[in-house]
């Protein structure tokens, strides 16, 4: 299994920045790729960005030139970096892992963190 575990988020006013982090952790796995996906109240999850093992990046037009995201490979973690939030941004923040385990026989599956509040007032 994989565990992620999010930090980071939090109340912010617009304008404002916060930087989000994802560590992965167990046993017996490798990390395909990573990324944050977000839900705000009454809405779907959308993908706000993603990143593969090889560093190439996409993101959601809504946070483009305004998110980076970003991986340390050797701590299995991603962060996600938000400047120039907006209070369209408040949702709650999802770290996702497509992995491969032992256990699983090496098929890729996805894993979820629990979520973190993001909160940006006007």
């Known amino acids: 299994q994989v565990q992620l575990v999010e930090s980071g988020g939090g109340l912010v006013q617009a304008g404002g920045s916060l930087r989000l982090s994802c560590a992965a952790s167990?046993?017996?796995?490798?990390?395909?790729?990573m990324g944050w996906y977000r839900q705000a109240p009454e809405r779907q999850r959308e993908l706000v960005a993603d990143?593969?093992?090889?560093?190439?990046?996409s993101y959601a037009d809504s946070v483009k030139g305004r998110f980076t995201i970003a991986r340390d490979y050797g701590k299995d973690t991603v962060y996600l970096q938000m400047t120039s939030l907006k209070p369209e941004d408040t949702a709650i923040y999802y770290c996702?892992?497509?992995?491969?385990?032992?256990?699983?026989?090496?098929?890729?599956?996805?894993?979820w963190g629990q979520g973190t509040q993001v909160t940006v007032s006007s």
């Open positions: 996702n892992a497509q992995a491969r385990t032992r256990t699983t026989g090496w098929v890729k599956n996805d894993y």
């Open positions: 167990g046993s017996n796995f490798r990390l395909d790729a």
């Open positions: 990143i593969t093992t090889g560093g190439s990046t």
